[in-house]
């Protein structure tokens, strides 16, 4: 795969570091990799993002899960599992981090170089289909009118956004083959803010080589009845997967729509983005000759067992949101107006009642878009999503107030008027047609003309208005008048007192009919003039009601104002709490762990000591085993005890004060006169008959025990082996030194080894006579002289 590397060096002057971002000129999918570092910094600093670390910062699964999930980014992993993501969504994250004006140049040129090499394939593409039988060309000419345009409206961003935006941009033909044209200027959305929806159908790389007959609508199952073509004696085919009996409970009512569900997984979206991809572009997925041979046979049940043979273990979710703003398959499908793949979703379990983000349903989307007016699908479409229409947005906005704004972008007059007569005709002509399907249908059973004029045409939004009173301050008298004729009262007020006969709704209608000012001015106030009075309405006083309505307003502007201030000043004092709480909990934190420290510290030290008594347990008993001490000795002796103390000079107190008594009373305290006459055995026999003389035998309790007898006696021998060859020792290293001396006295007197012991007395006298600084050399050396030989 040939890729493009571009590197440019990011942040300030003085601080900057190299990026480099990769392309791929097959596809035109950027490397994700490089990404995830600024959009991590972007994403924890809740700010512009920072250049620090850029290389190095590592992000893990669970991190980059969040990215994906946060910035709405949809992925392709190659065969090296390298993720890469979109040129429109790449350039989208350039620009939100600032590094789009660094990029923009390198890489639009590598697109107008690619652009040029797709319009070559395209024109050799064209070449072949010309040559093609008609037979061929006629096989894929059913449908192929409404979806070349669907293709196109996403290439040209012409599908709906679920946004409220409805300003103009600039006029673009939307190509496709039916006659009615319409520019996006029309549509009153706004492109730049279509490119951040980051839909999968947007996102897709429709590849220029493939023919133009390969369209979705390979997957149509009713190819020989043409969109438009809608009959009466059509059946209606129920679906209850989706019928929450907390939503179609009887009295049907208005109902919110379900939240979009929230999916941690990111595996599911990556299957239902491949399912998808798969389904609507398989020219993209394989473009060889067999593929393009198969491909229209595949079946939608088809495409679900090979994506589930690719991703196994991940089922796949029809209702999970493609984009970030909570977009479902079947929201987008349904405002391009693709209603084969519509009845499939519908068929395999898409959740009906879903909204985006902002609560507007699948059905809304389709008439945000002017695609099911050009193809003619909006009456088919009704029979699959119905269960919309009794569906309310975050604003309390029903289809038919969305069918109003709609009117209110450029060029979709004509549009919101065939939505609008549409709908009321599927609920009128339903009553006659035949309902198919499993159990029993609320909504079919209850829905009406009668119940959608009662909960419906006057159901007011969250700002008081009616679908009328919107309809009247947009100006559009053809579906002011067209509501009318349904039921819609012209004098319910919104919050702001306005109401839709303030904006002249109805006027036209009743001055057709033959009705005066004076009767109107009569039915706007009854009581203001009679029938006949042709009185010119009083200025002042309308001019006093619009300050006074305007004084109303302001008051109740700065109510609204001092009321959000309140709660303002309400959340900065729980903040400065919690706060407060955060730095003593962090203090309690830090204090916990400086104990849990200092307790390692001491678990550690007291494993240490634990260790080290083991170690002297150990060396004690190998020195009590070389001293003769058996365990069953020593089991009773007190080793604490003073009495007895190893380090102490050994005696025992009564025989040596025996010993004391008779070596001064008996020899005069000459030990060695003692030590000549007594016999140990005599001694003994003494201390023996001084103890028999107290009347007790007091030698073996006074005697110190016997082991510790025997061990001292084994240390006197061991200490007494010890000291004798340490002795042994030094009269070696004695003998040794007098032989070396006596070898330097033979060389140096010059005279017989022997003969040195002889001199040495004379020697030493000769020199101990004198002073040693005074001894005289000469008279030594004579000494010498006259003892060599």
């Known amino acids: 795969m040939s890729v493009v590397e571009v590197t440019k060096l990011i942040g300030e002057e003085g601080h900057q570091v190299p990026l480099t971002l990769k392309r791929s000129n097959e596809t035109g999918y950027f490397l994700l990799k490089p990404f995830l570092p600024l959009l991590q910094q972007l994403l924890s600093g809740e700010g512009d993002a920072t250049i620090d670390d850029v290389g190095s910062t590592e992000i893990d699964a669970q991190q980059e899960d969040r990215i994906l999930s946060k910035y709405g980014i949809l992925v392709d992993t190659d ?122 159908l947007k996102r897709l790389r429709l590849d220029r080589n493939s023919p133009p007959d390969e369209t979705m609508a390979s997957f149509a199952t009713t190819t020989d ?28 009512s208005i109902k919110r729509s379900q939240s979009p569900p929230i999916v941690p997984d990111n595996n ?40 589930d043979m690719t991703f196994p273990d991940v089922s796949l979710n029809l209702n999970v949101p493609v984009d970030e703003h909570g977009n479902t398959p079947l929201h987008w499908l349904a405002s391009i107006a693709n209603l084969d793949v519509v009845k499939q979703l ?33 009456e088919e479409l009704l029979d ?103 039921g819609a009262d012209p004098y319910v007020a919104n919050k702001s007192g306005l109401r839709p006969v303030d904006f002249g709704a109805g006027t036209s209608k009743l001055l057709s009919n033959g009705i005066s000012t004076a009767g109107l001015n009569h039915l706007a106030d009854p009581a203001s003039t009679t ?140 030990i060695d006169k003692l030590l000549a006459t007594e016999s140990v055995d005599k001694i003994l026999k003494h201390v023996r008959s001084t103890c028999s003389q107290n009347g007790e035998d007091k030698l073996e309790t006074m005697l110190p025990p016997s082991f510790l007898l025997k061990a001292r006696i084994n240390a006197y021998k061991r200490n007494g082996d010890r000291l004798n060859s340490t002795i042994d020792v030094i009269k070696q290293k004695q003998s040794d030194l007098e032989s070396k001396f006596r070898r330097v006295l033979c060389l140096c007197l010059k005279v017989d080894e022997d003969k040195v012991d002889g001199m040495l007395d004379g020697l030493l006298q000769a020199i101990s006579s004198e002073d040693p600084q005074d001894v005289d050399t000469e008279e030594m050396q004579d000494f010498l002289k006259k003892h060599a030989v």
Not at 453 to 470: E, F, R, V
Not at 574 to 582: C, I, P
């Open 79 to 200: 065969d090296s599992n390298e993720k890469w993501i979109t040129g429109e969504k790449a350039f989208e994250l350039m620009q939100l981090l600032n590094i789009l004006h660094l990029f923009r140049e390198n890489f639009e040129k590598q697109a107008d170089g690619d652009e040029n090499y797709h319009q070559q394939q395209q024109q050799q593409q064209q070449q072949q289909l010309q040559q093609e039988s008609p037979h061929d060309q006629d096989h894929a000419g059913s449908g192929t009118a409404v979806n070349n345009r669907e293709l196109e409206g996403l290439k040209n961003e012409s599908g709906d956004s679920g946004a409220s935006s409805h300003s103009s941009g600039k006029d673009e033909d939307v190509s496709g083959s039916n006659s009615h044209k319409r520019p996006n200027n029309e549509l009153g959305i706004n492109v730049e803010a279509q490119r951040e929806l980051g839909s999968p």
């Open 531 to 670: 029938a006949g009075d042709t009185k010119v309405p009083d200025t002042m006083s309308l001019i006093e009601e619009m300050q006074a309505l305007l004084g109303t307003v302001s008051k109740d502007y700065d109510s609204e104002v001092k009321e959000h201030q309140e709660k303002l000043d309400r959340l900065h004092k729980d903040l400065n709490s919690h706060r407060e709480m955060l730095a003593a909990c962090r203090d309690r934190l830090a204090h916990a762990k400086q104990l849990q420290d200092e307790h390692a510290l001491l678990k550690e030290q007291l494993a240490n000591i634990k260790k080290e008594i083991q170690e002297e347990e150990e060396s004690f008993r190998l020195e009590s085993k070389q001293l003769g001490i058996s365990p069953d000795d020593d089991s009773g002796a007190d080793w604490d005890s003073s009495e007895f103390d190893a380090d102490e000079p050994f005696r025992v107190d009564f025989i040596y004060d025996i010993l004391e008594n008779k070596l001064v009373n008996e020899y005069g305290g000459n």
């Open 346 to 378: 519908v068929k395999n379990g898409s959740n009906r009642f879903l909204g985006d983000n902002i609560g507007e349903s699948a059905l809304v989307k389709a008439v945000k878009s002017v695609n099911n007016y050009d193809s003619g699908t909006f």
């Open 268 to 307: 599911q979206r990556m299957k239902l983005e491949a399912f998808l991809q798969r389904l609507l572009f398989p020219e993209v997925q394989d473009l060889s000759s067999a593929a393009h041979d198969t491909h229209h046979q595949m079946t939608f049940e088809t495409l679900l067992h090979e994506v």
């Open 225 to 252: 009845v043409k969109p438009a073509e809608v009959s009466n004696t059509r059946s209606i085919v129920t679906y209850n997967h989706d019928l929450n009996p907390s939503l179609v409970s009887v009295p049907l």
């Open 384 to 486: 699959y999503l119905y269960p919309c229409l009794i569906l309310e947005d975050s604003m309390n906005r029903t289809i038919l107030h969305h069918i109003v704004i709609t009117s209110g972008m450029t060029g979709c007059s004509s549009a919101a008027k065939y939505y609008l007569d549409i709908l009321m005709g599927w609920i009128v002509k339903k009553q006659s047609r035949s309902i198919e399907g499993s159990g029993s249908d609320p909504i079919l059973d209850t829905l009406d003309l009668k119940w959608v004029i009662s909960h419906m045409l006057n159901a007011p939004d969250s700002n008081g208005d009616t679908c009328l009173n919107i309809a009247s301050r947009l100006g559009n008298v053809a579906l002011v008048d067209a509501l009318l004729d349904y």
